[in-house]
C-alpha cells in the first residue's frame, strides 16, 4: 500500500465528517448563506498566500529538479489561479483590494497557515508534503462530491466547479506520486511523522470550514 492510500485509509472518517459537515451540505444545497460563503473565501485567499508559500519552501528542498519545477507551479497556481477564483467573488460582491488587505485574518486560518509554514521550515521534505497533501485531495474529492448533488443554479458553481475540474484532479495526482516517492525510501519513524502531519492538516482542514460556518473571529 502506498503512503497516500494509508493515509486516505487512516482518516476516512474524518473525510466522511468533512464531507457530510454542515458547510459543504448548505453549499451543495445552494443554502449557505452569502455572508458565511464570504467569511470563507476572504479567509480562502488570506490561506492560500501562506499555503503558496509553503510549496515554495517545498521546492526548495526538493531533492531533483523536476519536483522543484512541480511545486513552483503549484505554488504559481494557487497565488495567481486559485485567487482569481476569489477575485470573481469579491467583484461581484464589491470587496475591495483595500477591503481584502483590511480584512483580519481568522483564528483558524492564522491556526492553519501558521502549522504549514512551521512544518515547511522546520520539518523534513517527507513530512512537509504529507502536510501539504491533504489541502489538494480534500478539496478535490469534496469538490467532484459536490459536483455531483449540487442543486440546480446553485450560487457558488463557479467553486465546485474549480474543484471538480480535471485540471485540479490533475493537480492532486501529482502531489499524491510526489509524496509517496518520498514515503518509498523513508524510515518507519519519518512515515509516523508523515501520518500525523496528513492527520494533523485533514483535521485543520475541518476546522477551516466549520470556522467559515461559525463566521468565527477572534474573541478579544
Known amino acids: 500500500m502506498t503512503f497516500s492510500d494509508d493515509a486516505w485509509t487512516r482518516n476516512a472518517a474524518r473525510y466522511e465528517t468533512i464531507r457530510t459537515m454542515g458547510f459543504n451540505e448548505e453549499l451543495a444545497a445552494g443554502t449557505l ?44 497556481e494557487a497565488v495567481i489561479v486559485e485567487r482569481a477564483l476569489h477575485g470573481s467573488f469579491f467583484a461581484d460582491w464589491g470587496i475591495s483590494p483595500e477591503d481584502f488587505e483590511a480584512s483580519p485574518v481568522s483564528p483558524t486560518c492564522h491556526h492553519y497557515v501558521s502549522y504549514l509554514m512551521a512544518t515547511a521550515y522546520a520539518e523534513p521534505y517527507e513530512v512537509v508534503l504529507a502536510a501539504l497533501l491533504p489541502c489538494f485531495w480534500i478539496y478535490a474529492e469534496v469538490g467532484r462530491d459536490i459536483l455531483g448533488r449540487a442543486s440546480a443554479g446553485n450560487a457558488y458553481q463557479a467553486w465546485i466547479d474549480t474543484y471538480a475540474g480535471e485540471e485540479f484532479h490533475e493537480a492532486v495526482r501529482a502531489m499524491r506520486a510526489a509524496t509517496d516517492e518520498a514515503a518509498a525510501t523513508a524510515s518507519p519513524r519519518m512515515i509516523e511523522a508523515m501520518h500525523v502531519a496528513y492527520t494533523t492538516a485533514t483535521q485543520l482542514e475541518w476546522m477551516f470550514w466549520n470556522g467559515a460556518h461559525q463566521r468565527r473571529a477572534w474573541p478579544i
Open 33 to 76: 448563506s452569502r455572508a458565511q460563503f464570504e467569511h470563507y473565501i476572504v479567509q480562502d485567499a488570506h490561506y492560500l498566500i501562506g499555503f503558496g508559500r509553503a510549496l515554495a519552501i517545498a521546492a526548495a528542498k526538493a531533492p531533483d529538479p523536476d519536483r522543484m519545477v512541480q511545486f513552483c507551479d503549484a505554488a504559481k
